[in-house]
Nanobody, 121 residues
Framework: QVQLVESGGGLVQPGGSMRVSCAASGSIFSINVMGWYRQSPGKQRELVATITSGGSTNYGDSVKGRFTISRDNAKNTVDLQMNSLKPEDTAVYYC???????????????WGQGTQVTVSS
C-alpha cells in the first residue's frame, strides 16, 4: 500500500511565498514522474508542475518563472516552492506520483489528499 501525504499550505498575502511538500510512503520500488496539480472551485484540475526521475521539469504557463518544483529521490518527496503568489493561485494543491511498488510491477498512479493554498490580503 502506498500513501502520499502533503504538508504546507495555508493563507498567504499576495506577493508572498509558500512551500508545499509531499512525501510518499509504503511499498515503493521506484518513482517515475512526480507532480503538482491544483483545482479551484468551479474549475477543472490543472497542471502546475512535473519533474521526472532525471530532474527534467515542466510548468503550467500561469506559474512559469514563479514556481519551482524539486524532488528528493532518496526520501521519495516532492516540493513546490511558490513565489510572487497571486489571488488566482488560490486552490487545493494535489501531489501526484507514478510509482512502481516492486521490481517487475507496472506503474500505478497515486494522488495526495490535497492541501489548501489561499492567497488573500
Amino acid at each position: 500500500q502506498v500513501q502520499l501525504v502533503e504538508s504546507g499550505g495555508g493563507l498567504v498575502q499576495p506577493g508572498g511565498s509558500m512551500r508545499v511538500s509531499c512525501a510518499a510512503s509504503g511499498s515503493i520500488f521506484s518513482i517515475n514522474v512526480m507532480g503538482w496539480y491544483r483545482q479551484s472551485p468551479g474549475k477543472q484540475r490543472e497542471l502546475v508542475a512535473t519533474i521526472t526521475s532525471g530532474g527534467s521539469t515542466n510548468y503550467g504557463d500561469s506559474v512559469k518563472g514563479r514556481f519551482t518544483i524539486s524532488r528528493d529521490n532518496a526520501k521519495n518527496t516532492v516540493d513546490l516552492q511558490m513565489n510572487s503568489l497571486k489571488p488566482e493561485d488560490t486552490a487545493v494543491y494535489y501531489c501526484r506520483m507514478g510509482i512502481h511498488p516492486g521490481l517487475g510491477y507496472r506503474e500505478y498512479d497515486y494522488w495526495g489528499q490535497g492541501t489548501q493554498v489561499t492567497v488573500s490580503s
